[in-house]
């Protein structure tokens, strides 16, 4: 019995070396955005262990950059990670009712679109070692990841580190253009969320980022439900 879970729990590690390679790659550029918000590499490689998800990370370190209140970070990192509550009800339904609450508190923890993936794409019930397996290596290189790009940015000349500080926003560009080719709907909020931000920043200056942030992110989003929603069927067509 021992050895079948320890082969279950290998077959999530090999899975998941793909993911650590990529989480590497792209939490560098992260930390090149940590090391501008007077991130230390101790504090970074911590951040990114605690909270493996660019979007959410990304936004805490802009509002740490722009000195917001500790309730202002939390709030948007709560928000901008909200997708993956979803995905965690989803997971839910995958994991045998027999799975003790702490293996699901252990596995809602490093919830991302990678690992995700994985664990849909295995059939039956999902044995938590896969995911344990699956998120060991990942976590790793995310977190190595952010350090690393904060020790390259301590080091590296100043015109190096704003070159590299554009990877970030070219993977986030890498996110959007994809569905805003497909979809009229969401590249019409993509713009509009580029003329909402500016345009708030000019009449209501003294409003901070972070919070600035957060309340855009809450009305689009509120607006694209109502306006576009997703109808069952072509839910289902996805």
């Known amino acids: 019995m021992n050895r079948q879970k320890t082969t279950i ?9 793909p993911v650590a390679l990529g989480y590497l790659a792209v939490s560098f550029s992260l930390g090149i955005m940590a090391r501008g918000a007077g991130l230390s590499p ?10 493996n998800a660019s979007a959410g990370e990304y936004a805490a370190f802009t ?31 995958r994991i045998s009712p027999e799975t003790k609450s702490y293996h699901r508190l252990l596995i809602g923890f490093d919830v991302t679109d990678e ?14 070692r896969y995911f344990y397996g699956a998120m060991s290596l ?5 977190s190595s990841g952010t350090a690393l790009g904060i020790v390259a940015g301590n080091i590296l000349p100043g015109r190096v580190v704003t070159a ?11 996110v959007v253009i994809p569905p805003s080719r ?22 209501v200056p003294g409003l901070s ?3 600035r942030t957060i309340v855009l992110t809450v009305v689009l989003c509120a607006a694209a439900a109502i306006l576009f929603p997703v109808r069952e069927e072509a839910r289902d067509a996805a």
């Open 9 to 17: 729990f290998l077959q999530g590690v090999r899975d998941g070396i």
């Open 42 to 51: 101790l504090q970074g490689f911590a951040a990114s262990l605690l909270n």
């Open 63 to 93: 509002a740490i950059a722009a000195n917001a209140a500790y309730a202002e970070v939390a709030l948007i990192t709560l928000i901008a990670n909200a997708r993956y509550l979803l995905m965690s009800c989803a997971l839910s339904q």
């Open 115 to 128: 690992l995700f993936g994985l664990a849909v794409a295995r059939e039956g019930w999902l044995p938590p």
């Open 138 to 142: 990942p976590l790793l290189g995310w």
């Open 164 to 174: 590299l500080s554009v990877a970030l926003y070219g993977m986030f560009l890498a």
């Open 182 to 203: 497909k979809s009229k709907a969401v590249a019409g909020l993509v713009l509009a969320s580029f003329v909402a931000s500016f345009a708030v920043s000019k009449l």
């Open 209 to 211: 980022s972070g919070m």
